[in-house]
């Protein structure tokens, strides 16, 4: 288990995530407000955002 801290983006709670468990565009769960959260990665930091948000905040980068 490698535990990191992510704040709820809708409630602003702070809870732990695994990120081991969870990865990049995985569904988490706010333990307080039971808003569905999209895991993101990027350049090693884990936070989430709103699952509405998932096709918004794709970059698409081409070669
Ligand atoms: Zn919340």
């Not at 704040?7 to 969870?22: A, N, Q, S, T």
């Amino acid at each position: 288990m490698r535990m990191t801290k992510v704040k709820c983006p809708e409630c602003e709670e702070r809870f732990d995530l695994d990120v081991i468990e969870y990865d990049d565009n995985d569904t988490v769960e706010c333990p307080e407000c039971y808003a569905a959260l999209l895991v993101r990665v990027q350049e090693g930091k884990v936070r989430v955002v709103p699952e509405t948000e998932k096709y918004e905040d794709i970059t698409i980068e081409e070669e």
